[in-house]
């Protein structure tokens, strides 16, 4: 890969002049996201069946995924995250080029990052690690994938344009589809999209090493790796939308208008291509990625463009750590500690409701964890 010239750099400085501030409503959103999966979402889906509201029950259900196809707002969550990583990689990217970095530079500190997340989702998944019984431990993780997926599109983002990362993406999501329907497998024959049947678990069980959390396939393991990288091109796109040098309003109504031409994308091939989080099938990523969008355009028109930044404080202090609060949640048990330190006073409720007030304590406690590290200015990053 060649280095980038100066007169590269500097077209790219033009092109997207780089702001000095970080733009809050990417680190809100990226905390609102962090919320659902650091005691939020447990929290709402408590909730169901104890309120006697209906739009409570219907929120609560909203946290629980499908069994197989289908779609609930928990299902976004991941995907909003791939999304959001590859919005800040297009600001870090052109703010490297910009200052003259090399792309070898660039391309090596993205491949680091790529095996360090890679190696700390293999922690997360598999605590404690057997690592004498390598057959038995589960390589397809969530800190993989964001690695492996923000790799990749830096080499693309710096080697294609806004254009042609799309066409990538969109023509990924068709070869994907059309692997998926085509393809046979053996003993099933093509286009069977079940749980048993599907070419995603056969790839799986013929060439993934180690342990598949489903049994028959893994939907964090090999095939699924593409479609999920489209998400975070997509939001490169994004990216490149909120760095040109565009009146705010274009910048919303460009995000609005994909967001939804992709959630419209999305619905439409659930007709033949079902949306199944599982298979990360191609209508998923198409939805989810258009959701992404219309989050992000609202976000970013309050708190960035209308300047409403004092609501989303909250959000920020969890977006600004979430590699932290993502492991922080799974080796420390933040409901043990809001039992020992709680119960004494929601002891008196309805039993129904401890484990509600419980999550809630948990939570609470994680939030002001991440707050002791926001005023000491302590931010972990990779």
């Known amino acids: 890969m060649e280095a980038t010239s100066l007169s590269e750099a500097t077209k790219i400085q033009s092109e997207y002049p780089i702001s000095s501030s970080r733009l809050a409503s990417i680190d809100a959103l990226r905390g609102f996201d962090m919320l659902m999966i650091a005691g939020g979402g447990a929290f709402i889906f408590?909730?169901?069946?104890?309120?006697?509201?209906?739009?409570?029950?219907?929120?609560?259900?909203?946290?629980?995924?499908?069994?197989?196809?289908?779609?609930?707002?928990?299902?976004?969550?991941?995907?909003?995250?791939?999304?959001?990583a590859g919005t800040s990689l297009a600001f870090s990217v052109s703010r490297g080029l910009s200052k003259g970095m090399q792309q070898s530079e660039i391309r090596n500190k993205t491949f680091m990052r790529m095996l360090i997340l890679i190696a700390l989702g293999i922690l997360d998944k598999n605590a404690p690690i057997d690592i004498f019984d390598p057959a038995h431990i589960r390589y397809g993780s969530v800190l993989g994938r964001i690695?492996?997926?923000?790799?990749?599109?830096?080499?693309?983002?710096?080697?294609?344009?806004?254009?042609?990362?799309?066409y990538i993406a969109l023509a990924t999501l068709a070869l994907y589809y059309l692997a998926l329907i085509l393809i046979p497998v053996p003993g099933f024959g093509q286009g069977d999209l079940t749980f048993e049947g599907n070419l995603v678990g056969w790839f799986d069980r013929a060439?993934?090493?180690?342990?598949?959390?489903?049994?028959?396939?893994?939907?964090?393991?090999?095939?699924?790796?593409?479609?999920?990288?489209?998400?975070?091109?997509?939001?490169s796109l994004a990216g490149d939308i909120l760095l040109k040098s565009t009146s705010a309003m274009s910048k919303v109504l460009n995000m609005l208008l994909?967001?939804?031409?992709?959630?419209?994308?999305?619905?439409?091939?659930?007709?033949?291509?079902?949306?199944?989080?599982?298979?990360w099938s191609s209508s998923f990523i198409m939805l989810t990625g258009g959701m992404a969008f219309v989050f992000l355009a609202i976000?970013?028109?309050?708190?960035?463009?209308?300047?409403?930044?004092?609501?989303?404080?909250?959000?920020?202090?969890?977006?600004?750590?979430?590699?932290?609060?993502?492991?922080?949640v799974r080796f420390v048990n933040f409901?043990?500690?809001?039992?020992?330190l709680f119960e004494g006073f929601?002891?008196?409720?309805?039993?129904?409701?401890?484990?509600?007030?419980?999550?809630?304590?948990?939570?609470?406690?994680?939030?002001?964890?991440?707050?002791f590290l926001y005023r000491n200015k302590i931010f972990v990053k990779v």
């Not at 002891?347 to 939030?367: M, S, T």
């Open 46 to 84: 408590l909730l169901g069946g104890k309120t006697g509201i209906a739009f409570v029950d219907a929120a609560a259900a909203q946290f629980e995924h499908p069994e197989w196809n289908g779609f609930t707002f928990f299902d976004f969550i991941f995907p909003l995250f791939l999304f959001l």
């Open 147 to 166: 690695g492996l997926a923000t790799f990749v599109v830096a080499i693309l983002y710096m080697n294609f344009n806004w254009v042609q990362r799309l």
């Open 207 to 235: 060439f993934m090493p180690g342990k598949l959390r489903q049994g028959s396939y893994d939907e964090l393991a090999l095939l699924t790796q593409f479609p999920a990288i489209c998400l975070t091109i997509f939001g």
């Open 258 to 279: 994909l967001g939804i031409s992709g959630i419209a994308l999305g619905l439409l091939w659930n007709f033949v291509f079902p949306i199944n989080k599982h298979l």
């Open 299 to 328: 976000f970013y028109w309050i708190i960035d463009v209308k300047g409403y930044v004092r609501w989303s404080f909250f959000f920020r202090v969890i977006g600004m750590n979430s590699l932290v609060i993502y492991l922080a």
């Open 335 to 340: 409901n043990a500690s809001s039992q020992l």
């Open 346 to 371: 929601y002891k008196y409720a309805p039993e129904k409701w401890h484990e509600v007030y419980n999550a809630l304590g948990g939570f609470l406690l994680v939030w002001f964890f991440l707050y």
